[in-house]
């Protein structure tokens, strides 16, 4: 048992204060489904432009995004996701799942899908033992805090 002033730190923690707030998550949803230059970005999430660019450099400063000169007189910039930022579409996809099993806004049609760029096939996530390869459900995990 944890006392009162200790803290447990953990992956979850860190991603979570990378993330923020729901603005952060839906400029990485953006920038996972390649909208990448300012004025895009604002126009799909309806973000004011001092949180959008808030926003934009905490995703710089943590490492998930790269500002890339596309044009100059003025300076234009597009945001490309870093590896790390990459990384972060496993939690948009596991946001969007959970989203549209429990469709909490009620909308009468899920209005985001994903699915294989080849087949056109919906995605879907699943837990895999490591060594065996085997899908296993949420009640066979069991979370180890390692000393």
Sequence with gaps: MLS???VFTCPVADVLGV???KWTGLLLR???????RYSDL?????ITNATLTSR???LENNGLVEKQLYQTRPDRYEY?????GKDMAWLVLAMAKIGTKWNLSGWENVPLH?????????IRLTLLDEDTGEEIGLDEISAVRKA
């Excluded at 604002?42 to 309806?46: I, M």
């Excluded at 994903?114 to 919906?122: Q, S």
């Design 4 to 6: 009162k002033n200790s």
């Design 19 to 21: 993330l923020g707030d």
């Design 30 to 36: 953006d920038l996972l489904l390649g909208i990448n």
């Design 42 to 46: 604002q126009k799909s999430s309806n």
């Design 56 to 58: 934009l450099k905490e």
């Design 80 to 84: 490309q996701l870093t590896e790390q």
């Design 114 to 122: 994903f699915v294989n760029k080849a087949t056109g096939n919906p």
